[in-house]
């Protein structure tokens, strides 16, 4: 018995071998637009949708298949005999398969120079509606959005004479996934062009990149999906160069490690560890760097990430080697240097794009039964309005190291103190439940080196107990918002020991 398949993609691979199996397993090709006419090219029999509607394509194709007589054969519930007299008596012959793929909205807007009306043109309306209709029916109808599954569903055909309801229900799911991806482009899109920011309903998609040995935690199962614009500076568009599979920490490690060498102009390292940073140096070469960042920490940088600013040479790639590191992220290698590191097997060498990084402006953080989204944490010292409220003002040098110290505790948790002197963090206090234990742990952290350093806070004081902590250990500047009831005790505690005192205005909880 002759069954009918109904056949429109915009992208032809894989097409004229799918037609010639079904074809052969005796199905009715019906076709319109540039399907048929690559069917016809290729000397395979083929009936256009203008002889089944009765009606011609209208308004340059944008009206085609939108038509009972397609319709009705998708959607006629065959196990309903009042569906079935329906049909007969308006002439209707059901359609039993249903191949379909759409205009390419994602690439045409991934255009930089694309065109509102370009875009809009790109918004396929014929093809979803066929594709929701078919998988709607998927009790009885085969719906293929994909060319990748053209050879499963001819393998069913041929072995079974039919695709079995588990087939045809994967199917129908993959393609309201396609059209429920496509349409979140488009309304994305278009919700852009008007500059909402927070809409009535929020609705995102992302792309599979890869299946994960596990979560956070061997027990959790755990996949990575990346954004459908892939950015090339961001850790979902690194390259890896070297070494064994990714894992759900080390992508988070990775990211939280980019975008804090980010910050620096000056060639830069950023050690990290658990999503927070054990280690900054800046330097003038990539290895002078990596070595203030490397005696930042010494201990905790043992297992941990580096990221980098600049190509690693030879001469860094001898000091990298010296340690067991999970990860090193660079903008490039040189060849000595990527020979010398790719003899550990299991290091992951990863690049990244450096050049014109566009900036993150949104951040989304799941919880449970919802989602959180807020503008990224953007705000850098030179967007602050600075006043000095102590009496002793920084020095340049001071002033330097206050830089370097905002920048870092502004990536570490909350709550948060990072010490810095000679362009490297001497101390991190991270995640602490209140904040002088955090400057507490930054202290001890830095021993003797804590005499000269400057301290950076990410929120304000609460009480003076963290500015006589750090007076103490010989902290000689304070860098926090300020905004405290009780700003004047810190104020006061400072002046007492002779620390310079800056603020910000500005937080940087990270929670």
Sequence with gaps: MTKRALI??????????????????????????GTKRAIEEAGLPVVSVSEVTGFPEILEGRVKTLHPALHGGFLADRSKPSHLQQIEE??????????????????????????????????????????????????????????????????????????????????AA???????????????????????????????????????RYGENPHQAAAFYEEPFQDASSIAGAKQLHGKE???????????????VKE??????????????????????????????????PVSIFGGIIAANREIDAETAEHLCQIFLEIIIAPSYTPEAFELLSKKKNIRLLTVAFDDTPAQNRQLTS????????????????????????????????????????????????????LAKDDCTIGVGAGQMNRV?????????????????????????????TVEAAAKAGVTAIIQPGGSIKDQDSIDKADEYGIAMVFTGVRHFKH
Excluded at 285 to 294: D, N, R
Aim: net charge negative; glycine share 6%; hydrophobic share 40%.
């Design 174 to 212: 993959k393609v309201f996934r396609h059209t429920a991806a496509y349409d979140a482009l488009i309304a994305d899109y278009l919700t852009k062009q008007t500059g909402d920011v927070f809409p009535e309903t929020y609705t995102v998609t992302f792309e599979k990149r890869q299946e994960l």
């Design 246 to 260: 990714l894992s759900y920490n080390n992508i988070r490690d990775a990211d939280a490690a980019l975008a804090i």
């Design 90 to 171: 308006q002439g209707i012959e059901p359609i039993d398969l249903v191949a379909v793929n759409l205009y390419p909205f994602k690439k045409t807007i991934s255009n930089p120079d694309v065109t509102y009306a370009d875009a809009i043109e790109n918004i396929d309306i014929g093809g979803p509606s066929m594709l929701r209709a078919a998988a709607k029916n998927h009790a009885s109808v085969t719906v293929v959005c994909d060319a990748a599954d053209y050879d499963r569903v001819v393998e069913a055909l041929r072995t079974k004479g039919e695709t079995d309801f588990e087939l045809r229900q994967a199917l």
């Design 437 to 465: 234990g955090a400057a507490k742990i930054a202290i001890e952290q830095a021993g003797d080196k804590a005499n000269g350093s400057v301290l950076a806070s990410d929120a304000f004081f609460p009480m003076n107990d």
């Design 367 to 418: 919880v449970r039964g919802g989602l959180l989204i807020q503008d990224a944490d953007q705000l850098g010292l030179k967007d602050a309005e600075l006043t000095y409220p102590t009496k002793r003002k920084p020095t340049e040098a001071e002033m330097k190291a206050l830089e370097l110290g905002w920048k870092a505790v502004k990536h570490v948790k909350s709550n948060a103190i990072v």
């Design 264 to 297: 620096f102009d000056k060639p830069a390292i950023v050690a990290l560890k658990h999503m927070n940073p054990c280690g900054i140096g800046i330097g003038e070469t990539v290895e002078a760097a990596y070595l203030k960042a490397y005696e930042a920490d």
């Design 8 to 33: 429109s993609v915009f992208d032809k691979e894989g097409l004229i071998p799918f037609v010639k199996s079904l074809i052969e397993l005796d199905y009715e090709i019906l076709s319109t637009g």
